[in-house]
């Protein structure tokens, strides 16, 4: 039997991916024995998962549910017996060979050569637990790091107008922002973080704790940058913050973190305090090349919401500081926002995402049931044909709206007002059978040719950074009419001072269409009324900060077509990532 058997029939599978296999043998090269190599493969194939390490006390479990990728995987049944029984050795057997490989390094300072470190119980490639580190020992730093404000609850009380509501959580933030150099604030949408931010702003530029030119605002996405520019922006444009000395030199300029990393010597090094709104959809490497760019005394205020997706990319960063608030170097970094001012006590929505959050699956599934044609309803999907014909019904209030483009783009939203957002991108009731159902459906009503890819009305999503049009991925925009003729894309969350951001067709970067998206995509936006599809109740995608994430992005209405055993297997099917990041900060 070859020596990497158990690591090509994994590849062969379809568990372990080429890559996976190829880091296995790299490593027997230079030494690593079969056990070695195949933990070596595994943690390199849990990294893409979402976790940034191998938890040896799980290891011995069959590698084919040690790295279940929902998405990818093949389901369990259709794997050959042998296959599904292949697993590392015990904890303490596996321990030992990883003690005793030359590829793996041990120890608190371990050999930079050495491509996977063994911390205690847990193995990493070493890119991720040098991220890990580094982003632990900054953020620490940060938090103690702690400066005496005189008269900090006058500098507070004057950021309030004498009609708005004081609540303790509030006030707990801004008094942590000015005495500390770290300041996380978690809360759900509406709880007033963006407020918070505001006012954080035009106390540091009043006490001259930060020049207004010298203050940033970033989020990890497009769309969540706009979002928090406009709401600052807006904030700041009201009493009593406008009439804050120095304030209107404030640029109220968002940026993505990609952007603002990528200008490094021109913005982020001049930099006295940042805040990041839409924290948890950073992932490590992401937040550790922030934290370490950022100048050594800067204060840095991360809004967020501790109950949403982590981030597509390894780690659950946000999830982790949020916890670490409760002991260690951290506890008086964090504040909870708990009042919502979106939605009312006795909201079908808010009730909704109350039940979610506390894990009430039953909860859940009755608030959607007896919520049926006002804020919240379910409607259950018979079967893949009715998804069919759903997307048929949605194409055409597309092609009601594609009209309305037509005739005066000026005057039309880029978007209708009910949006879908699906918890899958393959698969019978994913987005992008339901992009290409919608489509077809266009078609047929004539709104489109199929030799014609850029119509009026196209929904148009980035998926690659692009610093010449200053597009992001995930921004979204719309095909319209161009006053020369030729088509262009309107891209409404860019727009500045009234005026549309219209990119020419030929200078687009890689797109594709969306008449859906995934719930991932979404993270970040609001939309008026939204039909969330999930999918089959078996389904590990569905977890409840999924559903949590997708039903908080409605303002108005949220209507879930499944059946109540798909929202209560959600709701009960929590996302556990493997980390090291909490115990480092505690």
């Not at 024995?33 to 940034?52: F, I, P």
């Not at 953020?139 to 004081?166: G, K, S, Y």
């Not at 010597?265 to 950022?294: F, G, I, P, Q």
């Not at 978007?415 to 077809?440: A, I, Y």
Request: hydrophobic residues 40%; glycine residues 6%; aromatic residues 4%.
């Amino acid at each position: 039997m070859r020596r990497h058997a158990r690591v090509a029939a994994l590849t062969d599978a379809g568990v372990l991916a080429e890559i996976d296999r190829c880091f296995a043998l790299l490593l027997m090269e230079l030494g690593a024995e079969e056990d070695a190599a195949l933990a070596a493969a595994v943690t390199s194939a849990v990294h893409r998962g979402g976790h940034t390490c191998l938890e040896l006390r799980h290891a011995s479990r069959p590698i084919a549910e040690l790295v279940e990728q929902p998405e990818t995987s093949l389901p369990a049944d259709a794997l050959e017996p042998e296959v599904l029984e292949i697993a590392l050795p015990r904890p303490e057997n596996l321990l030992e060979a990883l003690l005793a490989s030359p590829v793996v390094a041990a120890g608190e300072r371990p050999e930079p050569e050495r491509p996977l470190v063994l911390d205690r119980d847990r193995l990493y490639l070493h890119r991720l637990f040098d991220a890990e580190c580094r982003l632990a020992e900054r953020l620490v730093a940060l938090a103690t790091d702690t400066e005496p404000i005189p008269r900090i609850e006058q500098v507070i009380a004057r950021m309030f107008d004498e009609r708005e509501d004081r609540t303790v959580e509030a006030v707990a933030a801004l008094r942590t922002a000015l005495k500390r150099r770290l300041c996380i604030v978690t809360g759900g949408p509406g709880t007033g973080k963006t407020t918070l931010a505001a006012k954080l702003i035009a106390i540091l530029v009043a006490e001259g704790l930060a020049g207004p030119r010298r203050i940033g605002l970033a989020a990890p996405t497009g769309k969540a940058a706009s979002r928090i520019q406009e709401s600052v922006r807006g904030k700041l444009a009201q009493p009593p913050l406008d009439d804050v000395p120095g304030i209107r030199e404030f640029p109220a300029e968002a940026w993505t973190i990609h952007r603002l990393l990528a200008s490094r010597t021109s913005r982020l090094s001049r930099l006295e305090a940042l805040v990041v709104d839409e924290s948890s959809m950073a992932d490590l490497k992401l937040m550790d090349r922030l934290a370490t760019a950022l100048p050594p005394r800067c204060r840095l205020i991360l809004l967020g919401d501790a109950n949403q997706l982590a981030s597509v990319e390894p780690g659950s960063v946000f999830s982790d500081l949020c916890r670490a608030g409760d002991a260690g170097p951290l506890d008086r970094s964090v504040t909870t926002l708990r009042k919502n001012y979106r939605f009312a006590e006795d909201s079908g929505i808010g009730r909704l995402a109350r039940a979610v959050v506390a894990g009430d699956a039953a909860g859940a599934a009755t608030v959607l049931r007896a919520g049926s044609g006002r804020e919240t309803r379910l409607e259950p999907l018979a079967d893949e044909g009715a998804f069919d014909r759903f997307a048929d019904k949605y194409a055409e209030t597309w092609a009601d709206h594609m009209a309305k483009l037509e005739a005066d783009p000026s005057a039309a939203d880029p978007f209708p007002s009910e949006r879908v957002l699906c918890s899958h991108r393959r698969g019978p009731f994913g987005t992008q059978r339901f992009n290409r159902l919608v489509e077809r459906r266009l078609a047929r009503l004539g709104r489109r040719s199929r030799r014609d890819e850029f119509y009026v009305g196209r929904p148009i999503i980035v998926s690659r950074n692009d610093r010449q049009t200053n597009l992001s991925n995930g921004d979204t925009g719309v095909v319209v009419p161009g006053e020369t003729g030729r088509p262009q894309v309107w891209f409404p969350d860019l727009d500045r001072d009234g005026e549309r951001y219209l990119v020419p067709l030929a200078r687009l970067p890689q797109h594709e269409s969306f008449f859906a998206l995934t719930v991932h995509r979404a993270q970040g936006s609001e939309y008026d009324d939204l039909v969330i599809i999930p999918g089959p109740a078996e389904s590990r995608v569905n977890t409840r900060e999924l559903f949590y994430t997708a039903a908080t992005r409605a303002r108005n209405t949220v209507t879930v077509m499944a059946g109540e055993d798909v929202v209560r297997a959600a709701v009960l099917r929590t996302t556990s990532r493997s980390t090291g990041l909490l115990d480092r900060l505690r």
